[in-house]
């Protein structure tokens, strides 16, 4: 098979030596002489696992003992029922950052739940930008404030964590672990694993301890964190089998040097797509503002958008995987999350001049 560089949005590439590693281990997994995917979630294989990949993520994020780490079901999009299910009570109000669709969507979920505030909606101008510190107009007491870190379908980021006086609660699915980030800022972060973190079929919730403690009560034990917290995720059957995957994510982002390493190499991978768009003269159209661009979505559209059909078609031709852009920008599409190898992205950067030298 020739080189096939896999830019899909979600779910997405996953780092070579991590499902190599799954292959070798996946008809004995430690020892047992059984797959992973066919022993008791309360078997100590499994266990061993659940320890582990609790510490490795807060490792990563550099959590201590005031953070628990989370492994649910139901998607990021079952979090944005979560949050104000738990956080939001009666007379009180929550405030939304709306920066792309996600965060419509978790505003909406929301909204059903209780009073909201929207701090900044960008909608009008088809979200090219995250905002300022001095956009930001807060309520007046927000009982948590949400912030979407990475805006996947237009490709945009907030490069600086927003200054709030309220606990900030982060849907970071598709930036998590892209850098290092001051993580204690946050009171809850969740991501669905399947962008940055591994397969589809786990959300990791990563949770303060004393927010928890705020949390009223909720009327269904499995939406409540409370019970995932206090059976270590092992309340009922967790996804077994994406956990384990997580945890090879994460070992593998430790052995390459952690988030600074993480970081380093995004940035060297978005360089050379932002580079071929703006070096372009035009011929190809960055959607997200410059000093609002993502690290992990590059986002574009043609001058000339009839070519973009012929961009896609081409561009899979040679092994360019996944970059038709999502509908609601239209265009192009370009996920390099933390797995993409740098190659990829210095390969794509010359596919557009290719394209636009014989176009
Ligand atoms: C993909 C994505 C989601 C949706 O995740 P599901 O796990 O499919 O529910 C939510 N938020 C962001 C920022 C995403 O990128």
Request: proline content about 3%; charged content about 20%.
């Amino acid at each position: 098979m020739s080189q096939i560089y896999n830019f899909y949005a979600g779910p997405a590439v996953i780092a070579k030596e991590v499902l190599e590693r799954a292959k070798e281990e996946l008809l004995d997994f430690r020892g047992t002489g059984m797959s992973v995917l066919e022993i008791s979630h309360r078997a100590k294989a499994f266990d061993d696992v659940m320890v582990e990949v609790e510490a490795n993520v807060k490792q990563l994020l550099g959590l201590g003992d005031d953070y628990r780490v989370l492994f649910l079901q139901g998607g990021a999009s079952t979090q944005f029922s979560m949050v104000p299910m738990n956080f939001l009570p009666e007379g009180r109000t929550a405030d939304y950052i709306v920066t792309g669709s996600w965060s419509q969507k978790a505003l909406k979920e929301a909204k059903k739940i209780g009073s909201t505030h929207v701090v900044f909606d960008d909608s009008e101008n088809n979200f090219r930008r995250v905002p300022q510190q001095e956009e930001l107009q807060f309520s007046e007491d927000p009982v948590y404030v949400h912030m979407t870190t990475n805006n996947t379908i237009y490709g945009t980021e907030f490069h600086t964590i927003p200054q709030v006086n309220a606990p900030l609660v982060a849907d970071m699915s598709s930036d998590i672990m892209a850098r290092p980030i001051d993580a204690e800022k946050f009171s809850l972060i969740y991501a669905g694993a399947q962008k940055n973190l591994g397969p589809a079929g786990v959300t990791v919730v990563i949770i303060k301890k004393d927010f928890l403690d705020t949390a009223q009560e909720v009327n269904a034990t499995m939406l409540k964190y409370a019970t995932h917290a206090e059976k270590n995720s092992l309340y009922n059957t967790p996804p077994c089998f994406s956990i384990y995957m997580v945890n090879l994510v994460c070992q593998w982002i430790l052995e390459q040097g952690g988030l600074k390493a993480m970081e380093a190499k995004n940035r060297r991978k978005a360089q050379y797509l932002y580079d071929a768009i703006d070096q372009s003269n035009g011929y190809y159209i960055g959607h997200a503002e410059k000093d609002s661009r993502s690290l992990m979505n590059v986002t574009f559209t043609m001058a000339n958008s009839d070519l973009e059909k012929e961009f896609v078609a081409e561009g899979e031709a040679q092994g360019f995987i996944g970059i038709k852009g999502h509908r609601s920008v239209g265009g192009l599409r370009a996920s390099i999350y933390n797995a993409m190898p740098e190659e990829g992205a210095k390969a794509l950067a010359q596919f557009m001049a290719d394209f636009q030298a014989k176009h």
